[in-house]
């Protein structure tokens, strides 16, 4: 069963500009969660959704969206990019609940 | 927002040691999970925790959800190479949105010297 697919692995962004991130979850599930690392705050949970729907928002600015498709692929899209977006994203996939979650290998967002 | 207090920040080790890590917070949680980051990977589950004084095992890890609620403890017995990486606790909280977010410590960062 193939994992957690997150796409672009690597981006580098300007400032101002925006950028979409996609991930794949394991085939059959249905909840994708995202979240942002650095090295300052840690892993904070960006938002959840299920069957289309966002279950749950972390706290971040509006800037930070997401979607959720059919196929339960999902998209997050981050607007007029900061030097302070530079992260690791990754999301994690399960069958219904966040606890039993699996995670992609990210993608290493670089703002310069 | 919610944190957890995740100690030690770091461990430099012996290869053949023991090691343990703990997780503490202000809030009760329903679930307690513990994680292990590799460079450039994402968190790989090692061991959940679903109920309060639950002790599991997996391999030479062992880990408690401990009764207050409010605190976790990862224990590796052993310690080879391969244990290298950073090691997350992470939280979650019982109702409504929380159901569907995970609260993660800082990380444990281990190394383990052969």
């Known amino acids: 069963k193939a994992g957690v697919t997150q796409t672009p692995r690597y981006l580098i962004k300007t400032r101002g500009q925006q950028v979409t991130l996609s991930c794949s979850p394991i085939?059959?599930?249905?909840?994708v969660s995202w979240y942002q690392q650095t090295p300052g705050q840690g892993l904070q949970f960006l938002f959840e959704y299920f069957s289309e729907t966002q279950r749950n928002k972390g706290n971040f600015p509006g800037r930070f969206s997401g979607r959720q498709f059919s196929n339960s692929r999902s998209e997050m899209n981050v607007s007029t990019l900061e030097l302070g977006d530079s992260a690791l994203y990754l999301c994690?996939?399960?069958?219904?609940?966040?606890?039993?979650?699996?995670f992609g290998q990210g993608t290493r967002l670089t703002v310069v | 927002g919610q944190q957890l207090n995740q100690s030690p920040q770091s461990m430099f080790i012996q290869e053949g040691e023991d090691v343990s890590m703990n997780c503490t917070s202000s809030s009760i949680f329903n679930t307690w999970l513990w994680y292990k980051q590799d460079p450039g990977e994402g968190p790989v589950l090692l061991i959940a925790?679903?109920?309060?004084?639950e002790l599991t095992s997996n391999g030479r890890l062992t880990a408690q959800f401990g009764i207050t609620r409010k605190d976790s403890f990862l224990n590796i017995s052993a310690s080879i190479p391969s244990d290298v990486g950073i090691y997350f606790c992470?939280?979650?909280?019982?109702?409504?949105?929380?159901?569907?977010?995970?609260?993660f410590g800082k990380g444990t960062l281990l190394t383990v010297n052969p």
């Open positions: 925790l679903y109920k309060a004084g």
């Open positions: 085939s059959g599930h249905r909840s």
């Open positions: 994690a996939s399960s069958l219904d609940d966040t606890r039993r979650g699996f």
């Open positions: 992470a939280g979650q909280l019982q109702g409504g949105g929380s159901n569907y977010k995970l609260t």
